[in-house]
């Protein structure tokens, strides 16, 4: 569109006709116009993973006997004889409770999980008797053993017309091996959504292409959707043509596609330009939804009811082509979606959310709350995750999306949150105790690709980076974990706690030798011009502590204030801090500190570190850095 002022034409500014939906306002719209879940009967080996469609109750009791719970010998309780007469039938397990009988100062052998024979009201375990001459056994007790013991009673673990599973309960492996146990081998379940997934766009070509012509790219969408469909208990429905941008392509696929399918999924053609046809499509062909949503990534994204030839209806779901917008707003809106019409109630189809703490600064943005990318490490001091960013967020950028593991939800607003600052995150991945270092080190120097670097892309300003990061070694000294004898846990968590400054750049594990030691530092500070080094262990007493004696070798000037701070603040947990012979000096421009290796220690000293290190840092480089050293 254009207009003419003055007799100059200037262009106006597209304008959506959608208004821009708060995401919570978007989720109401889906959850309120899902179709409605189908139920099916499985059979048991094909019921995982599925949810359970109404309440199972038990037709019998379990255990359907009393069962002995040890190796042993059943007695009667009521004999007081040491001496007991073993019966000639044993009770093992599978065979008939009637098999056996135990008559006055008589025993009868019986294995874990075996019936109970007549008569018979306590087990003595195996440990607790020897055998005589004669076919007899002597009790090793003092008092002969009370009534019951050792005994599981019949129904004691579930009794008849009790209910074992409730409807909504999705079955997982100990469910399925419940269900067995009480004979249910065809189970009733809501059927799996079956979700189509189709890819828009004329600069598309299949993922398998191995030569790109020119002006085209692969789609990586429609495979990242068909996994992460299958990661939410559903199975993609691949409709294998890419559809062109031409309105007759996109209004036919929607409406064909639609036909088979409880979800369809799509991605491109929902944008402003004069190509973007899927809104206007779905406006011909069924009820919108919604057509914007107030978030970052994936403001684009649009809803839609299409009614389907049996008289049921398709959820369609349009995401943008950028990879990360389509795979963020997958997590936010699809898998809910998919969840719910798999028999989960709203709130259980939701991922999970939680509060964690961030290891760096964040800038924020002023129009709309952003869903960014990280993962979560569990700190084990402050007893909370901390999130690391997977750096550059472009929505094209799929590399921020690998191994990230929450969505960390930003408020909409100016400025930026500091390192420390306690977030709500929505999980999307696997959390664990901790990540690898590999994982750690990924995602730091994507953090740090945030930051200014020596080239500039027009679509990232460098205003839009995060603070001065400095480059760091971390050099561990064990003789053990040299050799591979023991996890090299206090090098990893030194990263951890220093990343809100710096980036790992080198880390190594040397043993406890002087010479290996002051080699790698003057290396270290010579070759690779590290602006700090941190050593952890060998700052002990002990003959082969030689961090300190290494250190002192190869600095020309010491830091001893850095050395007297983490003494005051070690002695403040321990007197033994001041067995620490720990020393802090500079080579160059770089700075050495040592550590202890306890992780423990490795913390407290990390709490007086953090606060001095970036104006320590700025002086040691000198004011305008001419010496190369290596400021990322």
Same mark, same amino acid.
């Given at each position: 569109?254009?207009?003419?002022?003055?007799?100059?034409?200037?262009?106006?500014?597209?304008?959506?006709?959608?208004?821009?939906?708060?995401?919570?306002?978007?989720?109401?719209?889906?959850?309120? @116009?899902?179709?409605?879940?189908?139920?099916?009967?499985?059979?048991?080996?094909?019921?995982?993973?599925?949810?359970?469609?109404?309440?199972?109750?038990?037709?019998?009791?379990?255990?359907?006997?009393?069962?002995?719970?040890?190796?042993?010998?059943?007695?009667?309780?009521?004999?007081?004889?040491?001496?007991?007469?073993?019966?000639?039938?044993?009770? =093992?397990?599978?065979?008939?409770?009637?098999?056996?009988?135990?008559?006055?100062?008589?025993?009868?052998?019986?294995?874990?999980?075996?019936?109970?024979?007549?008569?018979?009201? !306590?087990?003595?375990?195996?440990?607790? +008797?020897?055998?005589?001459?004669?076919?007899?056994?002597?009790?090793?007790?003092? @008092?002969?053993?009370?009534?019951?013991?050792?005994?599981?009673?019949?129904?004691?673990?579930?009794?008849?017309?009790?209910?074992?599973?409730?409807?909504?309960?999705?079955?997982?492996?100990?469910?399925?091996?419940?269900?067995?146990?009480?004979?249910?081998?065809?189970?009733?379940?809501?059927?799996?959504?079956?979700?189509?997934?189709?890819? %828009?766009?004329?600069?598309?070509?299949?993922?398998?292409?191995?030569?790109?012509?020119?002006?085209?790219?692969?789609?990586?969408?429609?495979?990242?959707?068909?996994?992460?469909?299958?990661?939410?208990?559903?199975?993609?429905?691949?409709?294998?043509?890419?559809?062109?941008?031409?309105?007759?392509?996109?209004?036919?696929?929607?409406?064909?596609?639609?036909?088979?399918?409880?979800?369809?999924?799509?991605?491109?053609?929902?944008?402003?330009?004069?190509?973007?046809?899927?809104?206007?499509?779905?406006?011909?062909?069924?009820?919108?939804?919604?057509?914007?949503?107030?978030?970052?990534?994936?403001?684009?994204? %649009?809803?839609?009811?299409?009614?389907?030839?049996?008289?049921?209806?398709?959820?369609?779901?349009?995401?943008?082509? @950028?990879?990360?917008?389509?795979?963020?707003?997958?997590?936010?809106?699809?898998?809910?979606?998919?969840?719910?019409?798999?028999?989960?109630?709203?709130?259980?189809?939701?991922?999970?959310?939680?509060?964690?703490?961030?290891?760096?600064?964040?800038?924020?943005?002023?129009?709309?709350?952003?869903?960014?990318?990280?993962?979560?490490?569990?700190?084990?001091?402050?007893?909370?995750?901390?999130?690391?960013?997977?750096?550059?967020?472009?929505?094209?950028?799929?590399?921020?999306?690998?191994?990230?593991?929450?969505?960390?939800?930003?408020?909409?607003?100016?400025?930026?949150?500091?390192?420390? /600052?306690?977030?709500?995150?929505?999980?999307?991945?696997?959390?664990?105790?901790?990540?690898?270092?590999? !994982?750690?080190?990924?995602?730091?120097?994507?953090?740090?690709?945030?930051?200014?670097? /020596?080239?500039?892309?027009?679509?990232?300003?460098?205003?839009?980076?995060?603070?001065?990061?400095?480059?760091?070694?971390?050099?561990? +000294?064990?003789?053990?974990?040299?050799?591979?004898?023991?996890?090299?846990?206090?090098?990893?968590?030194?990263?951890?706690?220093?990343?809100?400054?710096?980036?790992?750049?080198?880390?190594?594990?040397?043993?406890?030798?002087?010479?290996?030691?002051?080699?790698?530092?003057?290396?270290?500070?010579?070759?690779?011009?590290?602006?700090?080094? +941190?050593? %952890?262990?060998? %700052?002990?007493?002990?003959?082969?502590?030689?961090?300190?004696?290494?250190?002192?070798?190869?600095?020309?000037?010491?830091?001893?204030?850095?050395?007297?701070?983490?003494?005051?603040?070690?002695?403040?947990?321990?007197?033994?801090?001041?067995?620490?012979?720990?020393?802090?000096?500079?080579?160059?421009?770089?700075?050495?500190?040592?550590?202890?290796?306890?992780?423990?220690?490795?913390?407290?000293?990390?709490?007086?570190?953090?606060?001095?290190?970036?104006?320590?840092? =700025?002086?040691?480089?000198?004011? @305008?850095?001419?010496?190369?050293?290596?400021?990322?």
């Amino acid at each position: 569109m254009a207009d003419v002022h003055q007799g100059v034409t200037v262009p106006v500014p597209a304008k959506s006709k959608y208004p821009m939906l708060e995401v919570a306002e978007c989720l109401a719209r889906i959850r309120d @116009n899902l179709p409605k879940p189908r139920v099916e009967s499985r059979p048991l080996r094909k019921a995982r993973g599925l949810v359970l469609a109404r309440n199972v109750s038990a037709s019998e009791d379990m255990p359907p006997f009393p069962a002995s719970i040890m190796d042993g010998y059943a007695v009667r309780s009521a004999d007081k004889l040491a001496e007991r007469t073993i019966v000639s039938v044993a009770m =093992r397990a599978g065979v008939s409770p009637d098999a056996g009988n135990v008559g006055p100062g008589e025993a009868a052998y019986v294995t874990t999980g075996a019936p109970i024979p007549k008569g018979a009201d !306590a087990v003595v375990k195996v440990e607790d +008797v020897v055998t005589t001459h004669g076919g007899k056994i002597r009790l090793l007790l003092e @008092n002969s053993p009370a009534k019951g013991v050792h005994i599981r009673p019949k129904g004691c673990d579930v009794t008849a017309g009790d209910v074992v599973l409730r409807e909504g309960m999705v079955l997982g492996s100990a469910e399925i091996g419940l269900l067995a146990s009480v004979g249910c081998t065809h189970i009733p379940v809501f059927s799996p959504a079956r979700v189509g997934v189709v890819s %828009t766009g004329d600069e598309l070509v299949p993922a398998c292409t191995e030569t790109l012509p020119p002006g085209k790219i692969r789609d990586s969408n429609g495979a990242l959707l068909e996994a992460a469909v299958a990661d939410v208990g559903a199975e993609a429905i691949i409709f294998p043509s890419i559809v062109k941008d031409d309105v007759e392509s996109v209004a036919a696929s929607l409406r064909d596609m639609s036909a088979s399918c409880d979800i369809l999924i799509t991605t491109g053609g929902v944008s402003m330009g004069d190509r973007d046809l899927v809104k206007p499509c779905l406006e011909d062909i069924g009820t919108m939804l919604f057509g914007r949503m107030c978030m970052k990534p994936g403001k684009p994204t %649009t809803a839609a009811i299409v009614s389907r030839p049996d008289g049921n209806a398709c959820l369609v779901l349009a995401l943008p082509g @950028n990879p990360v917008s389509c795979a963020v707003t997958f997590q936010l809106l699809v898998a809910p979606a998919i969840r719910a019409l798999g028999g989960r109630s709203w709130d259980d189809a939701q991922a999970p959310q939680m509060h964690v703490r961030l290891a760096q600064e964040l800038k924020l943005d002023p129009e709309r709350p952003e869903y960014h990318r990280a993962i979560l490490v569990y700190d084990d001091v402050q007893q909370t995750f901390l999130a690391f960013s997977t750096g550059v967020q472009r929505s094209s950028r799929l590399l921020s999306m690998r191994e990230a593991n929450a969505l960390l939800m930003l408020p909409k607003q100016a400025g930026s949150l500091a390192p420390g /600052s306690i977030v709500r995150a929505m999980i999307i991945g696997r959390l664990g105790a901790t990540a690898s270092a590999d !994982a750690l080190g990924r995602a730091r120097d994507a953090a740090a690709s945030t930051r200014p670097a /020596s080239h500039h892309c027009g679509c990232h300003d460098a205003k839009t980076t995060t603070s001065h990061h400095w480059s760091l070694g971390i050099l561990t +000294v064990s003789d053990r974990c040299s050799r591979g004898e023991a996890e090299d846990q206090s090098g990893p968590r030194i990263g951890e706690l220093l990343a809100p400054v710096c980036d790992i750049a080198q880390t190594s594990i040397v043993a406890d030798d002087q010479s290996t030691i002051q080699s790698t530092l003057v290396n270290w500070c010579d070759s690779l011009k590290l602006a700090l080094i +941190v050593t %952890t262990g060998g %700052t002990g007493m002990s003959p082969r502590d030689v961090t300190p004696e290494a250190t002192r070798a190869v600095i020309e000037r010491e830091a001893p204030g850095l050395a007297h701070a983490m003494m005051d603040r070690g002695l403040g947990a321990t007197k033994m801090a001041a067995l620490s012979r720990s020393v802090c000096g500079i080579r160059g421009r770089t700075l050495i500190v040592n550590l202890p290796g306890s992780k423990k220690a490795v913390a407290e000293c990390a709490e007086v570190l953090l606060p001095l290190l970036p104006h320590a840092l =700025r002086l040691i480089s000198g004011a @305008n850095d001419e010496t190369g050293h290596r400021a990322v």
